[in-house]
């Protein structure tokens, strides 16, 4: 919970470990039941959440943290995580855009980590940047020539593949999704005010 005006952050899990370390360095760590780690908020992103209270419910089961955000707290860029009503037509049970591409992106610093020889993305990090980026242009053409020929599932089958090799290039680079969400972000309601695709 942001500890200026209450809003809610997110929810997660911790255990004694992770909240020792929060205790201990002010600044909020969980742990992860499907990877069976301690991992600290904001580590790969710098969105961290630094602790300013700390409160337990009445059953002992619960705890409240209130802190002080560091940028975006939800992984799509959004302040928080709970930013879609449950009765908005937007609201959809499959996976989030930005959850997809978080994804991507994990699965890939997982090829950088731990390479395989039948990972086709481990190929492409492994033939380096100028591999990478010829990919990303191949593709962009695809996506162009597809786009004049008007077909629809074309034009998403092509457009995927140029996302797939941007986000790998991003990986390449180390730049996190929410990164590019923060720099959409800014580009909105600033017509006249500095160029760019959405002015």
């Known amino acids: 919970q942001d ?24 600044s909020v760590h969980f742990w992860s039941r499907s990877r069976q780690t301690l991992w600290e908020k904001g580590e790969t992103s710098g969105h961290k ?27 799509t860029g959004e302040r928080a995580c709970f930013f879609s009503r449950l009765d908005s037509p937007e609201t959809t049970t499959s996976e989030s855009w930005g959850g997809i591409l978080e994804r991507l992106y994990q699965t890939i610093q997982e090829r950088k980590r731990q390479p395989s ?19 990303v242009v191949e593709e962009a053409g695809e996506v162009a020539i597809a786009g004049k020929g008007g077909k629809k599932d074309e034009i998403v089958y092509e457009t995927a593949d140029l996302l797939f090799h941007t986000v790998v290039a991003l990986g390449y680079h180390n730049i996190t999704p929410q990164e590019i969400y923060q720099e959409l972000a800014t580009r909105f309601g600033t017509s006249g005010l500095r160029k760019g695709p959405t002015s």
Request: charged share 30%.
């Open 3 to 26: 500890w200026r005006d209450g809003t809610v952050l997110m929810v997660a899990f911790m255990n004694q470990e992770a909240l020792q370390k929060t205790i201990e360095t002010k």
């Open 49 to 75: 959440l630094q602790l300013k209270d700390l409160f337990l419910d009445c059953d002992g089961d619960a705890l409240l943290v209130k802190v002080e955000p560091v940028g975006p707290t939800c992984h």
């Open 117 to 135: 020889s039948e990972s086709y993305t481990s190929k492409l990090l492994e033939g380096g940047v100028d591999r990478i980026l010829k990919k």
